[in-house]
C-alpha cells in the first residue's frame, strides 16, 4: 500500500507546526516535526559544549548519538536523546540557534534523511520543515509552503514565549527571525527554498482557524480526501 504525504515548508513562525498538528489530526496521518529532530542534535551539541558552527566537531558527534522519537499517548511527537525525553528541552530559546547552525553542516542532514524517510515509507504522513518538499519527500502528494512576514511571525513567537513564562523582547524576537531566516535560506546545503511544484499559503493575514481552513481547503483539493 502507499502511504500518502504531505510536505510543509516555509519559515520559522509561520505556523508550520500548530498547523500542521490540527490537520493530522483531522486527517488521521502522522505528524512529524523535522525541526525537534534538528532541535534535538542542538541540545546534544549544546550539552558537549561544541560550537555548532564547528561541522568537523558536530560530524564527529554524530555516531554517538543515539537520537529516537516516539508518540506519547497524547498522540504527540517526543523526542529522546540517548534515552532521556527532551520534548521540552529542545524548545528552549538558545537552542534554536544551536539547531540553526547544526542543521547547516552536511553530515548532520545526511545523518537525519533516512530517519525521515522512513516515516513516510510507514505512515500517512504530514511532514513539516524547510527541505521536505525539495529534499525529503520530492514525491510528496501535496507541497505546502507555508510563509508570513517577519513581522507577524516574531509577534507570534513573542506571545509564544510568554505564554511559556520565559523572558522576551520583541524587538530581540523580530532580529531573530530574520537572522534566522537569512541563515536558513543562504546557506549552502539544503536551503530554505519553495519546491516548483509547491503551492504557496500566506497566513500574515489569518488566524490559526482561518489558516486551517485554508490548509484543509488545499489538501482536499489536491488528495481527495
Ligand atoms: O522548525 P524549527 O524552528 O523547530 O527548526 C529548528 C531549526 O532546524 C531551524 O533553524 C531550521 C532547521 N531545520 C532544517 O534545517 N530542516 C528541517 N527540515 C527542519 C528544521
Known amino acids: 500500500m502507499k502511504y500518502r504525504s504531505i510536505a ?11 498547523l500542521a498538528k490540527r490537520l493530522a489530526q483531522e486527517l488521521g496521518f502522522l505528524y512529524v516535526d523535522t525541526g525537534a529532530i534538528y532541535r534535538t542534535v542542538g541540545v546534544a551539541v549544546h550539552r558537549q559544549g561544541i560550537d555548532p558552527a564547528d561541522g568537523t566537531a558536530v560530524a564527529a558527534l554524530l555516531p554517538e548519538l543515539g537520537i529516537t522519537m ?7 511527537q517526543h523526542m529522546f536523546l540517548d534515552g532521556e525525553d527532551v520534548t521540552t528541552a529542545i524548545r528552549e530559546n538558545e537552542i534554536s540557534a544551536y539547531a540553526s547552525k547544526a542543521a547547516a553542516i552536511p ?6 534523511l533516512e530517519m525521515q524517510r522512513r516515516l513516510s515509507r510507514e505512515h500517512d504522513v504530514i511532514m513539516d520543515g ?3 518538499g ?3 519527500l520530492p514525491q510528496a502528494d501535496l507541497k505546502i509552503f507555508l510563509t508570513a512576514a517577519p513581522e507577524a511571525r516574531a509577534q507570534r513567537r513573542y506571545r509564544e514565549l510568554l505564554a511559556r513564562g520565559q523572558q522576551a523582547d520583541f524587538v530581540h524576537v523580530l532580529a531573530e527571525v530574520i ?3 537569512r541563515r536558513d535560506m543562504e546557506r549552502e ?3 530554505l527554498r519553495q519546491a516548483e511544484d509547491a503551492v504557496v499559503a500566506d497566513t500574515t493575514a489569518l488566524d490559526l482557524e482561518g489558516s486551517l481552513q485554508l490548509l484543509l481547503g488545499l489538501i482536499r483539493e489536491h488528495l481527495h480526501v
Open 107 to 112: 553530515a548532520v542532514r545526511e545523518f537525519l
Open 130 to 132: 524547510r527541505d521536505i
Open 189 to 191: 546545503t539544503a536551503p
Open 134 to 136: 525539495t529534499v525529503v
Open 179 to 181: 537572522e534566522r531566516d
Open 8 to 18: 510543509i515548508d516555509g519559515p520559522s513562525g509561520a505556523g508550520k507546526s500548530t
Open 70 to 76: 516516539g508518540y506519547g499517548e497524547d498522540g504527540l
